[in-house]
């Protein structure tokens, strides 16, 4: 079998994310942190930390503000292979600005993303040779709801990869600001025929499709509905803004088992933006690598997913040694080192 370039490929809006520092709040504090995140981005770049080749998917504007996006992405090791340059008058970097909360007051985000360069994303801006480029492609549920051109582009993407032989993955990442749960459902239905690997929250399975039972029940349901290999969905119960236990459940459908182990309790929660998407960079890394399957992909989402909660910003930080010690940690009973030393 012909090598592929890229291990990962990933479509998804490239994001500038303004927040104040420490506690601060939007309405009052004079200075925002100026990083760059996405969900997309987020999963790249963590697969990427991890030891796999990926690449970015997306469309930024031509400009300083693109060029700072772009330095970005390179230094988590992801490829920039296919970003596309807007060139237009009103292209422009999406924006959130995102304020952390501390017991009793929730954390916060504010959306300026709109009309973004990346809403006008065209399948005909890309070579039909991005197709045979990768093992596996993944996108989610928040890039097909940011425009009918965002839609079309990403569905038409799945199902080409697809026919080249890719794996599909596919994140729900349902968010209500940017469609309905009767237009996701819709959309989503389309494209499970085609997804291989299905990442859905049991809330969203719930009040998105309509399911019933508990989440095991749910996963099956899913499973005998669609051609779909692994399914995921993760499990977090927030004690404080501050502290939060996270674990999850994985199906194997073709073996019908379920994976499950003890969750991480009391992590103590920097920024938990972009947890969700390092555990999918976990799940798909242990899937991925060499010898690896479910009971891998568990460990290594579970633990990408704390360790993402413990760091500042969008994007996952840690590699694989240092997500194999946290692993291993989780695992060992007795003595842990308080220090890495």
């Keep these: 079998m012909k090598k592929k370039a890229f291990d990962l490929l990933t479509l998804g809006e490239i994001l500038l994310r303004l927040s104040p520092p420490d506690n601060e709040r939007i309405v009052r504090g004079e200075t925002f942190q100026k990083q760059v995140g996405g969900a997309e981005l987020n999963v790249a770049s963590g697969v990427s930390l991890l030891g796999l080749r990926s690449g970015i998917i997306s469309r930024i504007p031509d400009s300083s503000i693109g060029m700072f996006a772009k330095n970005k992405i390179r230094f988590c090791g992801v490829s920039d292979d296919y970003l596309v340059y807007d060139t237009g008058k009103d292209a422009r970097l999406g924006v959130y600005y995102y304020e952390n909360g501390a017991y009793p007051r929730k954390p916060g985000v504010v959306y300026d993303r709109q009309h973004s360069s990346m809403t ?140 499950e182990e003890k969750p991480y309790e009391n992590i103590e929660v920097v920024d938990r933006i972009g947890s969700g998407d390092a555990y999918c960079s976990g799940v798909l890394y242990g899937l991925l690598r060499e010898d690896g399957g479910c009971a891998s992909a568990l460990r290594y989402g579970n633990a990408s997913s704390a360790a993402k909660n413990t760091i500042p910003g969008d994007m996952p930080s840690l590699d694989r040694e240092e997500i194999e010690n946290i692993i291993h940690d989780h695992e060992t009973v007795g003595y842990h080192s308080e220090m890495n030393r």
Excluded at 171 to 200: H, M, Q, T
Excluded at 213 to 234: C, D, L, Q, R
Excluded at 242 to 253: C, L, P, R
């Design 120 to 259: 006008r994303i065209d399948i005909d801006e890309f070579d039909d040779s991005i197709y045979e480029s990768t093992r596996c492609f993944h996108t989610s549920g928040i890039t097909l709801a940011l425009s009918e051109e965002c839609r079309k582009t990403g569905v038409e993407m799945i199902k080409r990869f697809k026919e080249k032989g890719a794996l599909i993955s596919f994140d729900v990442n349902f968010r209500l600001n940017l469609w309905s749960g009767e237009e996701a459902r819709k959309c989503i239905e389309g494209i499970l025929p085609y997804v291989d690997i299905f990442f859905c929250s049991e809330d969203t399975a719930r009040l998105t499709f309509g399911k019933e039972g508990n989440v095991k029940e749910i996963m099956e349901s899913f499973a005998a509905e669609y051609p779909i290999s692994v399914i995921a969905s993760t499990q977090r119960t927030v004690l404080s803004p501050k502290i939060h236990n996270f674990t999850s459940v994985i199906y194997d459908a073709k073996a019908k088992k379920f994976y």
